[in-house]
């Protein structure tokens, strides 16, 4: 009986270890598939500025977007994720130093990565949010690319990004973001401006940046990634939606909740949005709570 039971018990096992196999195959021939497809896209090649003022609005976006939370506070990159089942993630030095962006790049390669998540060569960039900067007007973007394209040379190589098996498969169930491209209407055209004001548009255009985490109609949800809690509600309906002007932006300079409640940084990012203006902190209240 008991060779029976382990003959019938190693049968099941076997039968589990090729079908995992099976699927985990078919996860890696997919996302190698989708990783490696050229999207055929002409983008809009917005100029590169030297103009102080410009850059000063490029370097106020790139902390309020949180580039420097990802490529490193110097923008020079950093290893943003190693971890065997996840894989070695870089987010790549975006200055134009040894290890980082080729003398050549030019505004055309800085349109392609930024709205559209794609390398010059047309292929998908891994992780890169692409899909909130492709909302952005006109003259922000141009700012931003002028900066980036301005920043000062630094020298850092890294090795390349390799995906693992669980973000392989997170990829392929669609429960990780690994290619925003796929998330982007390519076609879309640029708005020129969003007038910076306490308005409820302005703070819908910003809250492109909070849409990742709490989704899109910014009520949360499921947790963004194993082992992470679940995303607050930020709307009308929400803890933020009770809270004063003053209440808001206090929590979101320093983490601190008005009912006492210290927030993980990286679980909600207030380190980025303590950089937001006063204006954009009230504008961007103002629409959570018309939601």
Same mark, same amino acid.
Not at 99 to 118: F, I, V
Not at 253 to 278: A, C, H, I, Q, Y
């Given at each position: 009986?008991?060779?029976?039971?382990?003959?019938?018990? +190693?049968?099941?096992?076997?039968?589990?270890?090729?079908?995992?196999?099976?699927?985990?195959?078919?996860?890696?021939?997919?996302?190698?598939?989708?990783?490696?497809?050229?999207?055929?896209?002409?983008?809009?090649?917005?100029?590169?500025?030297?103009?102080?003022?410009?850059?000063?609005?490029?370097?106020?976006?790139?902390?309020?977007?949180?580039?420097?939370?990802?490529? +490193?506070?110097?923008?020079?990159?950093?290893?943003?994720?190693?971890?065997?089942?996840?894989?070695?993630?870089?987010?790549?030095?975006?200055?134009?130093?040894?290890?980082?962006?080729?003398?050549?790049?030019?505004?055309? /390669?800085?349109?392609?990565? @930024?709205?559209?998540?794609?390398?010059?060569?047309?292929?998908?960039?891994? !992780?890169?949010?692409?899909?909130?900067?492709? =909302?952005?007007?006109?003259?922000?973007?141009?700012?931003?690319?002028?900066?980036?394209?301005?920043?000062?040379?630094?020298?850092?190589?890294?090795?390349?990004?390799?995906?693992?098996?669980?973000?392989?498969?997170?990829? /392929?169930?669609?429960?990780?973001?690994? =290619?925003?491209?796929?998330?982007? /209407?390519?076609?879309?055209?640029?708005?020129?401006?969003?007038?910076?004001?306490?308005?409820?548009?302005? +703070?819908?255009? @910003?809250?492109?940046?909070?849409?990742?985490?709490?989704?899109?109609?910014?009520?949360?949800?499921?947790?963004?990634?194993?082992?992470?809690?679940?995303?607050?509600?930020?709307?009308?309906?929400?803890?933020?939606?009770?809270?004063?002007?003053?209440?808001?932006?206090?929590? =979101?300079?320093?983490?601190?909740?008005?009912?006492?409640?210290?927030?993980?940084?990286?679980?909600?990012?207030?380190?980025?949005?303590?950089? !937001?203006?006063?204006?954009? =902190?009230?504008? @961007?209240?103002?629409?959570?709570?018309?939601?």
């Amino acid at each position: 009986m008991i060779k029976k039971i382990l003959k019938v018990t +190693g049968l099941i096992l076997g039968v589990l270890v090729v079908i995992i196999a099976g699927y985990y195959t078919k996860a890696h021939i997919s996302t190698n598939q989708r990783m490696h497809k050229k999207y055929a896209v002409t983008p809009q090649v917005l100029p590169i500025l030297n103009d102080s003022a410009v850059l000063a609005r490029g370097e106020h976006l790139t902390r309020i977007k949180s580039c420097d939370g990802c490529h +490193g506070k110097d923008l020079g990159g950093k290893v943003f994720v190693d971890n065997p089942a996840l894989g070695l993630l870089i987010a790549p030095n975006l200055t134009k130093g040894k290890g980082g962006r080729p003398a050549d790049y030019n505004a055309e /390669d800085w349109s392609l990565a @930024l709205r559209h998540g794609l390398r010059r060569d047309h292929t998908p960039l891994l !992780f890169m949010p692409s899909h909130e900067f492709t =909302l952005m007007s006109e003259e922000d973007m141009t700012a931003i690319i002028s900066y980036c394209a301005n920043l000062q040379p630094i020298d850092r190589e890294f090795p390349e990004s390799n995906i693992g098996p669980l973000a392989r498969v997170l990829a /392929d169930l669609d429960k990780l973001p690994l =290619l925003p491209a796929e998330m982007i /209407d390519h076609d879309r055209k640029m708005v020129k401006e969003v007038k910076a004001e306490i308005s409820t548009e302005y +703070g819908k255009y @910003l809250s492109t940046s909070c849409t990742g985490c709490h989704r899109e109609n910014l009520k949360g949800g499921d947790p963004v990634a194993p082992g992470y809690p679940e995303v607050a509600d930020i709307s009308g309906s929400g803890h933020p939606g009770q809270w004063t002007d003053e209440q808001f932006i206090q929590t =979101l300079r320093t983490g601190v909740t008005p009912e006492g409640k210290t927030l993980n940084p990286e679980e909600m990012p207030w380190t980025m949005t303590k950089e !937001f203006s006063d204006i954009e =902190l009230r504008a @961007l209240h103002l629409y959570l709570k018309s939601i």
